[in-house]
């Protein structure tokens, strides 16, 4: 499955190439980075990346459609992506995704096993996280208390929560449980003044990005309020309380 560069000659499609990627990442980490700054682009249905030597420091993503992979190549050729410069152009082959959707799809036995084995664990992973209400979404039915500022006052007022003023650190909320400091870097890194993101272990989906003053963690704030890290995260950015 290995491309080579001649770029042009390819025609434009849904699925891009990527290669030049940092070998020394680890498999699940980068292709959840790609998807966390891809997705800017549009909606990603597939990302593939291999273990193989063949196959190091390359990947394909694949897009719902030709519009979204053609966004990704023109704005994101040569992003330093954990400090290598990425190399983007038209996939040659079409991937499964595509196949299986236009019907030109031919299964190849070892990886449907593979693919189900992955989907039964992630099936019976969901089942248990929505069985230890993990999902705030759900808390409700759980029995969860509403938080202090939910609960009205006798005359049927709620409670506001002052937003913090304007400062140089964000508060991020949403984030997907699996989101790591440097997915959250390398989308952060892209605005002037970025200084650090601080990820709290025990607090799975928030995080503190720090930027050297408020203007600038103004800016990353109003780019980056309501990004889709997956389908169902977006981004929720105010100031942190200091």
Not at 9 to 31: F, G, M, R
Not at 49 to 78: N, P, R
Not at 186 to 195: A, S, V
Request: glycine residues 8%; hydrophobic residues 40%; aromatic residues 10%.
């Amino acid at each position: 499955m290995g491309e080579n560069n001649s770029g042009s000659e390819v025609p434009a499609n849904q699925t891009i190439y990527i290669n030049n990627l940092n070998e020394k990442i680890k498999l699940d980490e980068l292709k959840k980075s790609l998807l966390a700054v891809f997705s800017q682009f549009g909606k990603i249905l597939d990302v593939l990346a291999f273990k193989t030597l063949k196959h190091k420091g390359q990947a394909w993503l694949v897009f719902e459609d030709v519009s979204s992979a053609t966004k990704a190549i023109q704005q994101m050729q040569g992003f330093p992506f954990y400090d290598k410069p990425m190399r983007i152009q038209y996939a040659k082959t079409k991937s499964d995704v595509i196949a299986k959707a236009d019907g030109t799809f031919v299964a190849r036995e070892r990886r449907k096993r593979h693919e189900d084995k992955g989907k039964k664990r992630k099936e019976q992973h969901d089942a248990s996280q929505a069985g230890m209400g993990v999902n705030p979404a759900y808390a409700g039915a759980y029995g969860a208390a509403p938080p202090l500022s939910q609960i009205p006052y006798p005359g049927g007022v709620k409670l506001p929560e002052a937003p913090a003023p304007p400062n140089n650190i964000l508060f991020v909320q949403n984030l997907p449980q699996d989101t790591t400091p440097m997915m959250l870097q390398m989308l952060f890194c892209q605005y002037p003044g970025f200084k650090e993101v601080r990820m709290v272990e025990t607090k799975p989906g928030i995080a503190f990005v720090e930027f050297g003053d408020e203007m600038q963690s103004t800016v990353a704030m109003q780019a980056l309020q309501g990004f889709k890290m997956t389908p169902q995260n977006s981004m929720l950015i105010t100031y942190a309380k200091k």
